[in-house]
């Protein structure tokens, strides 16, 4: 079956950087644009940042542009998020999905677009 499973979450302070990671398996990882998301305590999910098949073009929330850059490697059927200079406001359980698509070129920054999900994980940022 489809499994989705992050990793890399944890507790840092303001301006360190955290690297996040998700293994995709049971699917063929090639055909789908991926994304990232988040949730805070009490908010809805939001969305953080996504990339295409191709691996270009790749686009990101207003809130994380310039510190945060997502990646691919097709040949490790994994996707990345680098996130620099964190914040307090950063601090959720940051999700993965993916989402099939025909359009080597084609990204998805709407939560429903996503077929599959992983179960999250925490990152919290202390102020």
């Known amino acids: 079956q489809v499994q989705l499973v992050e990793s890399g979450g944890g507790m840092v302070q303001a301006g360190d950087s955290l690297r996040l990671s998700c293994a995709v398996s049971g699917l063929i990882f090639s055909s789908y644009s991926l994304g990232w998301f988040r949730q805070a305590p009490g908010k809805d999910r939001e969305f953080v940042a996504c990339?295409?098949?191709?691996?270009?073009?790749?686009t990101y929330a207003k809130s994380v542009k310039d510190r945060f850059t997502i990646s691919r490697d097709n040949a490790k059927n994994a996707v990345f998020l680098q996130m620099n200079t964190l914040n307090a406001e950063d601090t959720a359980v940051y999700y993965c999905?993916?989402?099939?698509?025909?359009?080597?070129?084609?990204?998805?920054?709407?939560?429903?677009?996503?077929?599959?999900w992983g179960q999250g994980t925490p990152v919290t940022v202390s102020s």
């Open positions: 999905a993916a989402r099939g698509t025909g359009n080597e070129r084609a990204y998805f920054f709407q939560a429903r677009d996503y077929h599959y």
């Open positions: 990339i295409s098949r191709s691996g270009d073009p790749t």
